[in-house]
């Protein structure tokens, strides 16, 4: 059974990094798929903000391309999500999903809520 | 990027109603085009992926069609457990979602 699980801060502090890792376990991120992060403000709908291929290819929402980067660890079997220069506005709940062009996102992760609060 | 519109934003149905929620893309995206359903608190569940292909375990009640730029997901007979909110979402380019559509209580 594969499974995803976000970790990171929960509180990150205006202008500062955001940081969180996605580990996954039931299937090895080097055999395929691509690896996501999606973003849902409170009471709002989703945001997709990135995707990853095991080999390194990415694929950024154009609204957050300058401040988002998408890392993958297939040692570790994780994959990781760093947002600069965060504000209220990246308030939200973050979610990781295996995703593929023909079959959509298929497995998420609980999801990991992160305030952006001084 | 291409953008996603759903329709309605909300509506009220009860339990045994057909159900019918449109979306459509600013482009035509062929059939990469999945639907999810969200409740409260919990993550998105995945339905259908390349527009009409049945996630496994999901109800057969839950269908989708199109193809291009206008899509339809329909749930016949609707049950206690449907009452969420639904995305479609592209996957012809960089993944896009639309804004949801809440399906209540009437």
């Known amino acids: 059974q594969v499974q995803l699980q976000e970790s990171g801060p929960g509180l990150v502090k205006p202008s500062e990094t955001l940081s969180l890792t996605c580990a996954v376990s039931g299937y090895s991120i080097s055999r395929g798929y691509y690896w996501g992060w999606i973003r849902q403000p409170p009471g709002k709908g989703l945001e997709w903000i990135g995707i990853?291929?095991?080999?390194?290819?990415?694929s950024y929402n154009p609204s957050l391309n300058s401040r988002v980067t998408i890392s993958v660890d297939t040692s570790k079997n994780q994959f990781s999500l760093r947002l600069s220069s965060v504000t209220v506005a990246d308030t939200a709940i973050y979610y990781c999903?295996?995703?593929?062009?023909?079959?959509?996102?298929?497995?998420w992760g609980q999801g990991t809520l992160v305030t952006v609060s001084s | 990027d291409i953008q996603m519109t759903q329709s309605p934003s909300s509506l009220s149905a009860s339990v045994g109603d057909r159900v019918t929620i449109t979306c459509r893309a600013s482009?035509?995206?062929?059939?990469?085009l999945n639907w999810y359903q969200q409740k409260p608190g919990k993550a998105p569940n995945l339905l259908i992926y390349g527009a009409s292909s049945l996630q496994s375990g999901v109800p057969s009640r839950f269908s989708g069609s199109g193809s291009g730029t206008d899509f339809t997901l329909t749930i016949t007979s609707l049950q206690p457990e449907d009452f969420a909110t639904y995305y479609c979402q592209q996957s012809y380019s960089t993944p896009t979602f639309g804004q949801g559509t809440k399906v209540e209580i009437k």
């Open positions: 990853i291929y095991h080999s390194g290819s990415i």
């Open positions: 999903a295996r995703y593929s062009r023909s079959a959509g996102a298929d497995y």
């Open positions: 482009q035509s995206i062929s059939s990469f």
